[in-house]
């Protein structure tokens, strides 16, 4: 079946260390998107990518870095710098320009 | 500067009537809209969506209405049942963005039996 997986569903994090966020889709997307959900603020976007080696900051991208290698990949770094990393994170897929996303089942972050 | 905006946080409404939900865009660029449904701790999933070339879409218990005047579109579920207890976002996305959507805060329905 195809689909698009992120991992670990649950992380927790030391302040000070950055952490990766897997995200894995073998729907043959060309585009790839990180989204953050807090509280009332809906979905925001960090980071998003059309095509492979290629990627733009969304409205949220400071204290993250990405890349994408492959594909089927599109990991996401909380580096340090992020001051509030607490949150659920999204990751999603689209042939691009279609409008519609595949998202995962998310991952939720807790710095202790 | 939120270019989708759901203005209502929270919706509460008796099973078997309609829930209608509310959104407002910014952007005259945005030509296609969609609805997503979320439950706690899980990914968004596709509900339904309409291009700007039409005002009305429908599936099933569900209805999209788009007024580009106004730039507010909403989405009619009815009959509402308990199971469509959850939050639902508004996205949307411009042709020339190559497919980015811009989501709303979301709001949380909740259906009383």
């Known amino acids: 079946d195809g689909g698009i997986t992120q991992s670990p569903k649950y992380l927790f994090r030391k302040e000070g260390q950055n952490v990766t966020l897997s995200c894995e889709q073998n729907?043959?997307?060309?585009?790839m998107y990180w989204y953050r959900q807090d509280p009332g603020q809906g979905l925001r976007l960090i980071y998003y990518?059309?095509?492979?080696?290629?990627?733009q900051k969304g409205d949220i991208a400071e204290g993250y870095s990405v890349s994408r290698e492959k594909k089927e990949s599109f990991p996401l770094t909380v580096t340090s710098a992020q001051k509030n990393p607490t949150a659920f994170y999204l990751c999603?897929?689209?042939?691009?320009?279609?409008?519609?996303?595949?998202f995962g089942s998310g991952t939720r972050l807790t710095v202790v | 500067d939120q270019q989708v905006k759901q203005n209502s946080p929270s919706l509460s409404v008796q099973e078997g009537r309609i829930s209608i939900l509310n959104c407002d865009y910014t952007?005259?660029?945005?030509?296609?809209f969609l609805w997503y449904k979320k439950y706690p701790a899980e990914g968004p999933t596709f509900l339904i969506s309409?291009?700007?070339?039409?005002d009305k879409n429908e599936d099933g218990r569900f209805t999209v209405f788009l007024n580009k005047s106004a730039k507010h579109l909403s989405l009619h579920i009815v009959p509402s049942q308990p199971g469509d207890s959850a939050v639902y976002f508004c996205?949307?996305?411009?042709?020339?963005?190559?497919?980015?959507?811009?989501f709303g805060q979301g709001t949380e329905l909740s259906v009383k039996p």
């Open positions: 309409i291009s700007s070339i039409k």
């Open positions: 952007n005259s660029m945005f030509d296609y």
């Open positions: 729907l043959n997307h060309d585009a």
């Open positions: 990518s059309q095509i492979v080696n290629d990627f």
């Open positions: 996205a949307a996305s411009a042709g020339n963005q190559g497919g980015k959507l811009i």
């Open positions: 999603a897929s689209s042939i691009v320009a279609s409008g519609g996303y595949t």
